[in-house]
Structure formats: structure tokens, C-alpha cells
């Protein structure tokens, strides 16, 4: 059964870096059965795909946030990290991690997301 767990702090201040692990169990990040997502939802509106790594560690990026998003990895532990820089409010929602099968482009399985809240 493959579990996604994400890790991070729930309060972040204005113009700081978000920093959010997600650790994944009964799978491995390095086998191109999977890519790693990282997901947001904002408060009142919907799903807001940010990035993807893929087995090989290639990150891939929402245009909107490209200049100041940044996922890498931990092979050794397993994880992979995202990095959102210069926050606003506006960033603030509940963040997942997700499992995106390969062969059929679905979310097969999620972590249980994490309320980050920017503010002073």
C-alpha cells in the first residue's frame, strides 16, 4: 500500500520560503512507475496542480509559479521537497502530495494534505 505523508510547517510569514517534505512509503521515488506531485486548494477555490518530479529527479512546474517554485528530492529517505519562495497570503491553502500513475495520468494515491497559513 503506498502512503504519502506531508511535513512542514502550518505558519509561514509574508515574503518567507514554504518548505514542505512529503515522505512516501510502499513505493519508490525512483521507479518510473509514478510521478511526484505537489497540489494546492485555497480556500473557497479549487485544485492548483504547483509541480512534479519524476523518477529520474526531472521537475516540472505550474508556469504561474515557475519563478518561485522549487521541488528536488531525497533518494536516501525517500521524500521529495517543495520549496515556495517569497509567500503571500495568497498562498495560503492545504497542500498535498500525490502518487500521478504514469500509464493512465491519474492520482492514484494522496497524502492527507497540510494547512499552511501565510501571515504576519
Known amino acids: 500500500q503506498v502512503q504519502l505523508q506531508e511535513s512542514g510547517p502550518g505558519l509561514v510569514k509574508p515574503s518567507q520560503t514554504l518548505s514542505l517534505t512529503c515522505s512516501v512509503s510502499?513505493?519508490?521515488?525512483?521507479?518510473?512507475?509514478?510521478?511526484w506531485a505537489w497540489i494546492r486548494q485555497p480556500p473557497g477555490k479549487g485544485l492548483e496542480w504547483m509541480g512534479t518530479?519524476?523518477?529520474?529527479?526531472?521537475?516540472y512546474y505550474n508556469p504561474s509559479l515557475v519563478s518561485r517554485t522549487s521541488i528536488s528530492r531525497d533518494t536516501s529517505k525517500n521524500q521529495f521537497t517543495l520549496q515556495l519562495r517569497s509567500v503571500t497570503p495568497e498562498d495560503t491553502a492545504v497542500y498535498y502530495c500525490a502518487a500521478e500513475n504514469t500509464d493512465t495520468a491519474e492520482y492514484d494515491y494522496w497524502g492527507q494534505g497540510t494547512q499552511v497559513t501565510v501571515s504576519s
Open positions: 510502499g513505493a519508490s521515488i525512483t521507479t518510473n512507475t509514478d510521478y
Open positions: 518530479i519524476d523518477a529520474r529527479g526531472s521537475a
